[in-house]
């Protein structure tokens, strides 16, 4: 075991000679057994190891008691030990998210931030194969490209994961080895969580009636899309690098359309999206709609032209598709723009689904109020009116534009800029008083519901 993980450990650079390693120790058996292999290699390694917990301020004695477990096997082990206190339920209370997705943040900004303050150059996670498995089948079951299906990268930043070379089965056989237990968290066996109920129901049934190699095998199925992943992101570099052109403006970028329709399907995307990076200076907020756009926009006749994020625009001119800056607009007389939260124009309130669902047997049809996933929104919440480049997602996945859903709904053109959208970055959840998007739509696994209603929709919803 030893052996394995530090081939791993050295296999993808993840510790250097000299470096600080912060293990993160919540006292379940998978972290206790990454900061014991941590410590028995520390002097092959040439680093050193610090142990980090973090209370969540949850689960009463039961949290203080895996606390100061952790400082026992830190002193035991020679390990210097950091218990840090968060404050879960109202950090989640406050953002308006589930209880999980606050300790995940909360852990990870200590860790972050303990790694700052203590020179540490490496933070150690005790993720191994069997979440990779998970990850990789959830990914998968949400529809996910190749860089979702090849699950958790065993670097990323300061990020290291050693535990992803061993399964959970051999992590347990390591820890009975040598008579070291592990703290068990209640909340584990909770089936309240979809990653609960894949590692308690899914996983086991797929090991005990298809094969009992399926995690190892899902793993390694993950680390070859991974490969792949990283050599179809070189080719697309490659390809992009020896067939761009410089425009007359600054910023401006432009290939031969002819050049994208040669290459293979899954290259174009993929060139796409290494134009998309290289103009725009990022990856953030671009999708897999805007590389269908621009893919679309190559094969159509010259003169079309498309919006994007990042203040970007897309045009096509003759034989080439160009990427540059859009020319600021001028703002309409009625444009608005505000955080969904501190609007006077709308009520908001984030409420656990099992309050709802009490109330409703189903979640109603109202015009004025709508009801949506909150677990599923990641970032800032505005009202706006339209821009260039909004969509909303379709029942079979697919993305609309709206300024398609305006022209096929024969919205006339002088409203169009009246109606108001709420929207994370360009993802419409809702055009106001028409239709939401089906990807925040509330599911069966929706834990935290976000209501949201216009002022006076009440009445109108009578």
């Not at 860089?147 to 990268?153: C, D, I, Q, S, W």
């Amino acid at each position: 075991m030893l052996k394995k993980v530090e081939a791993y450990i050295r296999e993808n650079q993840m510790i250097e000679k000299g470096d600080k390693v912060l293990a993160a120790v919540s006292g379940g058996a998978d972290s206790v057994c990454l900061l014991h292999i941590l410590v028995s290699l520390r002097k092959i390694l040439g680093c050193e190891i610090c142990a980090v917990h973090v209370h969540h301020g949850l689960r009463g004695a039961e949290a203080d008691g895996d606390a100061e477990y952790v400082r026992e096997l830190s002193d035991m082990w020679e390990v210097p030990c950091l218990v840090v206190y968060e404050d879960v339920a109202g950090y989640a209370s406050r953002r308006g998210i589930g209880v999980e997705e606050a300790g995940r943040e909360l852990r990870y900004l200590a860790f972050e931030r303990e790694a700052r303050g203590r020179g540490a150059q490496k933070i150690a996670v005790a993720h191994h194969q069997d979440d990779q498995a998970e990850t990789i089948l959830h990914n998968l079951f949400r529809g996910s490209g190749i860089k979702g299906l090849a699950g958790m990268a065993p670097v990323r930043g300061k990020i290291i994961r050693p535990l992803l070379a061993v399964t959970r089965r051999e992590i347990l056989e390591y820890l009975g080895q040598r008579g070291i237990a592990g703290h068990a968290d209640s909340t584990n066996a909770s089936m309240d969580y979809t990653r609960n109920r894949m590692r308690h129901k899914v996983i086991p049934v797929i090991c005990r009636e298809i094969n009992l190699a399926a995690v190892e095998h899902i793993a390694s199925a993950g680390e070859l899309l991974s490969q792949a992943d990283r050599y179809f992101n070189q080719e697309a570099r490659r390809l992009w690098l020896g067939n761009r052109r410089q425009g007359e403006k600054p910023g401006q970028w432009g290939i031969e359309a002819q050049v994208l329709s040669e290459l293979p399907q899954i290259l174009k995307g993929y060139t796409v999206m290494e134009m998309l990076r290289e103009t725009a200076g990022q990856q953030k907020d671009m999708a897999s709609v805007h590389v269908e756009g621009i893919l679309d926009l190559a094969e159509k006749g010259t003169g079309r032209t498309l919006s994007l994020p990042c203040g970007l625009r897309a045009r096509k001119e003759y034989s080439m598709v160009w990427l540059e800056k859009a020319e600021e607009e001028k703002k309409g007389q009625g444009e608005v723009e505000e955080d969904l939260f501190s609007s006077p124009l709308f009520t908001a309130e984030c409420v656990p689904a099992g309050i709802l669902r009490k109330k409703y047997k189903e979640i109603p049809e109202k015009k004025y109020t709508k009801w949506f996933d909150y677990d599923k929104i990641k970032g800032t919440l505005s009202v706006r009116t339209r821009r260039p480049g909004d969509y909303f997602t379709l029942k079979d996945g697919k993305k609309k534009t709206v300024k398609a859903f305006m022209i096929d709904e024969k919205i006339p053109r002088e409203d169009r800029d009246r109606i108001l959208l709420v929207t994370e970055g360009q993802h419409v959840l809702w055009i106001v008083g028409c239709r939401i998007s089906e990807f925040y739509k509330i599911t069966d696994d929706t834990k935290q519901i976000l209501q949201v209603m216009m002022d006076g929709g009440e009445e109108h919803d009578r």
